[in-house]
């Protein structure tokens, strides 16, 4: 149907109050400790996307670009893993966790897991399984707490524990060593269950262990693992990796039924091209792990704050009184973790400077310094 003159006038005036709402400069005239999430895309994955704008190519993954990237997983994880791209964490937790379970079933998390507490249900809407959660004070499982979870095995009166589900780094910015993750996957197998890694940060763990990221594939006993590409500099890349072939030969049904198969998928698998290429993954996570560190020490230096939890990745959690709380985030956002024992999160990214960590510290000392 042609659109009519007034269609036409509604369009442009819609257009020119957005143009008028958008700000002529970013939200926040500097870099924040909100999120990695909140970091822009690093100029190489941009670069790379443009780089493949060019004519037609196949849809649906059937391309040299897709193809590519596949590739270079492969050099990572081996020739034995299957990757299919995503758009983001939870659909690619959803789907990962679908081709390990079925309804009946459960998975085996820590309480403070993204797939327990930030993904608003999704995993228990979508796989119809239950979490059971375990608490942990550091935010890592371990045998013999997951082992508390697994009960009525054989009862049809119970779920039945059947995934482990870990998260690398934690939500604690805590990182799991190779040998507690194996140990955790042996454990896992001898229970004739599953394992599944969260790795919405798994490159800023790597970076911490000083290893590839493919040492939490198989190497490390894990089953499925949730790729994440975003928090490390993408604009929206993620990738469910599986290294069983049972999980292989549905899961391509599994994504697209979960809403999760991109069109266009060279713009998506351009980005790990370039994530991929020159180590640009473990040059964004080693820089935002070594400013994570810096802010870490810069926090501890001021007197009446103190770490919650060792600084392992990216993330810093600090205790701080709660008016100081309030003034420093109208200058810099981030997160109160909770609320009860006034523990606040501050993320690091690719492109977090010295200078951002050094001049909030320095207003954090000066906020403190005023409250004695």
Same mark, same amino acid.
């Given at each position: 149907?042609?659109?009519?003159?007034?269609?036409?006038?509604?369009?442009?005036?819609?257009?020119?109050?957005?143009?008028?709402?958008?700000?002529?400069?970013?939200?926040?005239?500097?870099?924040?400790?909100?999120?990695?999430?909140?970091?822009?895309?690093?100029?190489?994955?941009?670069?790379?996307?443009?780089?493949?704008?060019?004519?037609? @190519?196949?849809?649906?993954? /059937?391309? %040299?670009?897709?193809?590519?990237?596949?590739?270079? !997983?492969?050099?990572?994880? *081996?020739? #034995?893993?299957?990757?299919?791209?995503?758009?983001?964490?939870?659909?690619?937790?959803?789907?990962?966790?679908?081709?390990?379970?079925?309804?009946?079933?459960?998975?085996v998390c820590a309480d403070s897991a993204h797939i327990n507490v930030d993904e608003c249900g999704a995993p228990e809407r979508f796989l119809g399984s239950k979490l059971l959660t375990v608490p942990t004070p550091d935010g890592k499982l371990t045998p013999e707490l997951a082992a508390a979870r697994v009960q009525g095995v054989g009862d049809e009166h119970h779920v039945q524990a059947r995934v482990v589900s870990v998260t690398q780094s934690t939500e604690f910015g805590t990182v799991y060593t190779l040998d507690e993750?194996?140990?955790?996957?042996?454990?896992?197998?001898?229970?004739?269950?599953?394992?599944?890694?969260?790795? @919405?940060?798994?490159?800023? /763990?790597? %970076?911490?262990?000083?290893?590839?990221?493919?040492? !939490?594939?198989?190497?490390? *006993?894990? #089953?499925?693992?949730?790729?994440?590409?975003?928090?490390?500099?993408?604009?929206?890349?993620?990738?469910?990796?599986?290294?069983?072939?049972?999980?292989?030969?549905?899961?391509?049904?599994?994504?697209?039924?979960?809403?999760?198969?991109?069109?266009?998928?060279?713009?998506?698998?351009?980005?790990?091209?370039?994530?991929?290429?020159?180590?640009?993954?473990?040059?964004?996570?080693?820089?935002?792990?070594?400013?994570?560190?810096?802010?870490?020490?810069?926090?501890?230096?001021?007197?009446?704050?103190?770490?919650?939890?060792?600084?392992?990745?990216?993330?810093?959690?600090?205790?701080?009184?709660?008016?100081?709380?309030?003034?420093?985030?109208?200058?810099?956002?981030?997160?109160?973790?909770?609320?009860?024992?006034?523990?606040?999160?501050?993320?690091?990214?690719?492109?977090?400077?010295?200078?951002?960590?050094?001049?909030?510290?320095?207003?954090?000392?000066?906020?403190?310094?005023?409250?004695?």
């Amino acid at each position: 149907m042609p659109t009519s003159r007034t269609d036409s006038a509604t369009s442009r005036s819609y257009a020119t109050e957005l143009r008028n709402f958008m700000p002529p400069e970013p939200l926040h005239p500097h870099r924040t400790f909100a999120s990695d999430n909140w970091a822009g895309v690093h100029p190489e994955v941009l670069e790379a996307i443009a780089r493949v704008n060019v004519g037609h @190519a196949p849809a649906y993954g /059937a391309d %040299a670009v897709t193809e590519e990237a596949l590739d270079l !997983f492969r050099s990572h994880f *081996g020739d #034995d893993a299957e990757v299919y791209f995503c758009f983001n964490g939870t659909g690619t937790n959803v789907v990962g966790l679908q081709s390990l379970l079925r309804p009946f079933e459960a998975v085996v998390c820590a309480d403070s897991a993204h797939i327990n507490v930030d993904e608003c249900g999704a995993p228990e809407r979508f796989l119809g399984s239950k979490l059971l959660t375990v608490p942990t004070p550091d935010g890592k499982l371990t045998p013999e707490l997951a082992a508390a979870r697994v009960q009525g095995v054989g009862d049809e009166h119970h779920v039945q524990a059947r995934v482990v589900s870990v998260t690398q780094s934690t939500e604690f910015g805590t990182v799991y060593t190779l040998d507690e993750l194996t140990a955790l996957s042996e454990w896992a197998h001898s229970q004739g269950m599953l394992v599944h890694l969260d790795g @919405a940060r798994i490159a800023n /763990a790597a %970076a911490s262990l000083g290893v590839d990221f493919g040492a !939490f594939g198989q190497a490390s *006993g894990v #089953d499925v693992v949730s790729f994440g590409g975003t928090k490390n500099g993408a604009l929206g890349a993620e990738a469910v990796v599986t290294f069983r072939s049972e999980s292989s030969t549905s899961l391509r049904f599994l994504r697209k039924q979960s809403m999760q198969l991109s069109s266009k998928m060279r713009f998506v698998a351009a980005q790990f091209v370039a994530l991929l290429t020159d180590d640009l993954w473990l040059r964004s996570a080693t820089h935002a792990n070594t400013m994570a560190t810096r802010l870490g020490s810069g926090l501890s230096s001021v007197d009446g704050v103190s770490l919650a939890h060792p600084v392992e990745a990216n993330g810093v959690f600090a205790v701080m009184p709660t008016p100081v709380v309030e003034g420093l985030q109208a200058e810099w956002p981030f997160y109160v973790w909770d609320e009860d024992t006034g523990v606040v999160r501050l993320m690091c990214s690719f492109d977090t400077a010295e200078s951002d960590v050094d001049a909030f510290v320095a207003r954090l000392g000066e906020l403190m310094a005023g409250r004695r």
